[in-house]
């Protein structure tokens, strides 16, 4: 949704720069600084501005599959390392295990999943001074939000023509439904569009993950990669869709979008996370707010394994602090995220999904299979007919030669006007055809600031 822009820094690994560079991630090269063992861990504000460092006192993700719907995720990656049990390649680009990095923005998938659920590392060295972590957590390196979740790895190729010829209408729904059929719980999909309306071939995926009772986080999509409202899937009725923050809290200018579907806001600026063979990138937008929303929905399913998804999506949109216009609003939905609340606050019950319902909505605007009610029967009432005076009728007049051929100039025109935008219309029509994709159908990466090669082991 966005164009990443990135300033590499040399890496002591070259072939961790040759693989970015083979990614088209280079823009610029810098000698990067030394930097202590710890550096990555206190870049991550966000765990203890969001609450999630105490909501860690409750609950760590433990036992809780979350998808990740991206480019692909690197389990290899230090801080990945046994976090990521399964995958699947929906794009049929990438390899099986949907651990290989595809598309237009291949690093994506791994940046989402570490903010998500990494894990840490052990320090190179055994001199480097320890940061907080949860219990299990290597001290070095980014630790998630549900670092003990298992994450499954679905690829997918969007943000380029796909060499496979997949289209979205295909990869998305058949992603979904298999994450659903592998014990996902929770779905991160930090992808969108520009456009709220989404393919009708995604309703059966989405109701099958809302019938199975899996929360599906989405990204509200970033104003300065031109989503200024929010996009399809995070439309779609249901869905926990994610707006961004800045650093002092508020809505971010440039990396977040508006609209009525949002649900809760999160961090979406001066974040970090892990980049394909190692190393880490500060970078912006929605795609990284998702995966801190997503993983406190993995820490509430964990703690609480037979919370239905509704309850989920309600406990942590009601636990939310109020921002912005009073209420729920098109910025902060229902609030700023505050992952200790969701975790330890008592909240009740709720008999329906606060974000609504693709079932209700299938219902509403599918309706091809729906009778038509019958016209309500209405009694005329009966009124006086005025009399009116006797109409006095003009004699005809033949028309001239003249106006005869004006007449026909106008008709004809007009009929050769209707000919020409009826077959522009056909044109746009086969055209869409060939090329079934959502406009800017991409990850919504943000923005790309710095990357460096610590943590690489």
């Known amino acids: ?14 072939l961790l720069a040759m693989t970015l560079a083979g990614a088209s991630l280079v823009t610029g090269l810098a000698v990067a600084p030394a930097a202590r063992a710890d550096a990555e861990r206190d870049k991550q504000y966000w765990l203890a501005e969001s609450g999630i460092t105490k909501a860690w006192e409750v609950s760590k993700g433990a036992g809780v599959k979350v998808a990740v719907i991206d480019s692909g995720v690197d389990g290899q990656h230090p801080d990945l390392k046994g976090a990521v049990t399964g995958g699947f390649d929906a794009s049929g680009a990438g390899n099986p295990d949907g651990q290989k990095s595809i598309g237009g923005k291949p690093e994506h998938g791994t940046l989402v999943a570490t903010m998500l659920a990494g894990r840490g590392h052990q320090p190179a060295s055994s001199t480097a001074s320890p940061s907080p972590a949860p219990s299990g957590a290597g001290p070095d390196g980014m630790v998630g939000v549900a670092p ?20 979205d209408q295909d990869q998305i729904p058949e992603a979904v439904r298999w994450a659903v059929d592998n014990g996902a719980k929770v779905i991160n999909i930090s992808l969108g569009s520009t456009t709220p309306q989404w393919p009708q071939s995604w309703d059966a995926a989405f109701l099958y993950a809302e019938q199975k009772d899996v929360v599906i986080v989405a990204a509200a999509g970033n104003r300065v990669g031109g989503n200024i409202q929010v996009g399809a899937p995070a439309t779609i009725p249901g869905v926990l869709t994610v707006a961004g ?52 929905a993995a820490l509430i399913r964990s703690k609480w394994p037979e919370m239905s998804a509704k309850q989920v999506i309600n406990r942590i949109v009601t636990t939310a602090k109020d921002a912005g216009a009073k209420g729920k609003d098109p910025l902060y939905g229902f609030g700023v995220l505050n992952a200790e609340a969701a975790l330890k606050d008592s909240v009740p019950e709720t008999g329906s999904n606060p974000l609504g319902s693709i079932s209700d909505w299938i219902r509403v605007h599918r309706r091809g299979n729906l009778s038509t009610p019958a016209p309500v029967p209405t009694t005329d009432i009966p009124s006086a007919v005025p009399t009116l005076p006797e109409a006095t009728v003009p004699a005809a007049k033949a028309p001239s030669q003249r106006d005869t051929a004006f007449g026909a100039a106008v008709v004809i025109g007009f009929a050769v006007l209707f000919v020409v935008i009826i077959a522009a219309a056909v044109f746009q029509l ?15 990466t943000g923005v790309l600031d710095t990357v460096d090669s610590g943590g690489k082991t």
Request: glycine share 12%.
């Open 148 to 167: 003990e979740a298992q994450i499954l790895s679905v690829s997918t190729w969007l943000g380029s023509a796909n060499p496979a010829g997949k289209s």
């Open 1 to 14: 949704m966005t164009r990443a822009t990135a300033r590499l820094r040399r890496t002591a690994s070259a």
């Open 245 to 296: 923050l800045d650093r002092k809290g508020v809505a971010s200018v440039d990396s977040s979008s508006q609209g009525i579907s949002i649900g809760v806001a999160a961090p979406a600026e001066n974040l970090l996370g892990g980049l394909p063979g190692g190393g880490y990138a500060e970078w912006a937008g929605t795609s990284g707010a998702t995966p801190i929303v997503a993983g406190v």
């Open 430 to 444: 086969r055209r869409a055809a060939r090329n079934p994709r959502l406009a800017h159908e991409e990850p919504d």
